[in-house]
């Protein structure tokens, strides 16, 4: 189920985030040209292995509008997950359900939560959480549909919340104490992130090292923004997508000196970029090589 290639020629695994470049906000869902390249990409038996900061069931949904079948990456590296029978040999799963072998870095969201409240009571620190909100709170807070919201709110590892206290100190005391009790915290726009643990680049290491126990691969990376370094980072050929302005990707180029900068950004600009680095590949040496640390 893995897909086939080539003998000798080095299987193609693209990591990415699947809701950036590939969706259209206009429309609301998956944009045509997305959904035709990716079938070029499958007939190839090049992989498409989602990188997101969505739940599960998010991510379930886009894989199934765009119809990839291949193992994807939640919460923002919470954990991988591998449809079962996808590879040929046992995998190093911390759980098997709903389908698919999990790899686990984080803890389980009810513990996550549990801490999240007992931190902030100590501190008497106001917080707001999405456990806290309705579905329909989470849909105006975010600007989702309902149906969105509902998915959102699946959260497994991870819980999105917001101080709502009037000490200005407050965020940053919480932030620290919930990192002094062993877990991640993110900072985000309207809602930040807290964790048991997550990390991008290991889940990219432990996905690629999956498929090269099949033969050579070659990793193909695409990303926007500072966010996407850590999986950037752990792949052969990263691909920069404009972010609007030179002046905004030129951090990113900066730590990726290899990386190829597309064209043009969404969907066409994906495909056409992804596409020219399979068609290259045979000049890129060593494909096999240990990814950058």
């Known amino acids: 189920m893995d897909g086939t290639r080539s003998q000798g020629s080095p299987r193609v695994v693209v990591f990415a985030r699947i809701e950036d470049g590939l969706m259209d906000p206009a429309a609301g869902g998956v944009d045509d040209r997305a959904r035709s390249g990716l079938a070029r990409l499958a007939e190839q038996g090049v992989a498409v292995v989602g990188c997101s900061s969505r739940t599960r069931a998010e991510v379930e949904l886009m894989r199934a509008d765009l119809a990839i079948e291949?193992?994807?990456?939640?919460?923002e590296g919470a954990a991988v997950f591998v449809p079962r029978g996808y590879f040929p040999f046992p995998l190093p799963a911390t759980g098997v359900g709903g389908g698919y072998h999990t790899m686990e870095l984080s803890i389980a969201h009810e513990a996550v939560l549990r801490s999240l409240r007992r931190v902030a009571r100590q501190l008497r620190v106001g917080v707001m959480s999405f456990s806290d909100m309705s579905v329909g709170d989470v849909a105006r807070e975010c600007g989702l549909t309902l149906l969105q919201a509902r998915l959102a709110k699946l959260r497994e590892y991870d819980e999105p919340f917001r101080v709502v206290d009037r000490d200005s100190s407050a965020r940053g005391r919480l932030h620290k104490a919930l990192k002094s009790n062993g877990l991640q915290v993110r900072p985000g726009g309207r809602f930040d992130h807290v964790v048991g643990?997550?990390?991008?680049?290991?889940?990219?290491?432990?996905?690629?090292?999956?498929?090269?126990?099949?033969?050579p691969v070659l990793t193909?990376?695409?990303?926007?923004?500072?966010?996407?370094?850590?999986?950037?980072?752990?792949?052969?050929?990263?691909?920069?997508?404009?972010?609007?302005?030179?002046?905004?990707?030129?951090?990113?180029?900066?730590?990726?000196?290899?990386?190829?900068?597309?064209?043009?950004?969404?969907?066409?600009?994906?495909?056409?970029?992804?596409?020219?680095?399979?068609?290259?590949?045979?000049?890129?040496?060593?494909?096999?090589?240990?990814?950058?640390?």
Not at 70 to 75: A, G, I, W, Y
């Open 220 to 293: 193909v990376g695409i990303g926007g923004s500072v966010d996407d370094l850590p999986f950037l980072r752990r792949v052969d050929l990263p691909i920069l997508l404009p972010a609007g302005s030179a002046r905004a990707t030129a951090p990113l180029a900066r730590s990726l000196p290899n990386a190829i900068l597309a064209r043009e950004g969404g969907p066409a600009g994906w495909i056409e970029a992804v596409e020219e680095a399979i068609a290259a590949r045979h000049s890129t040496p060593d494909v096999t090589r240990a990814a950058q640390g």
């Open 70 to 75: 291949d193992p994807f990456v939640v919460e």
């Open 197 to 215: 643990s997550a990390d991008l680049g290991t889940c990219v290491s432990t996905v690629r090292a999956l498929y090269a126990r099949r033969g």
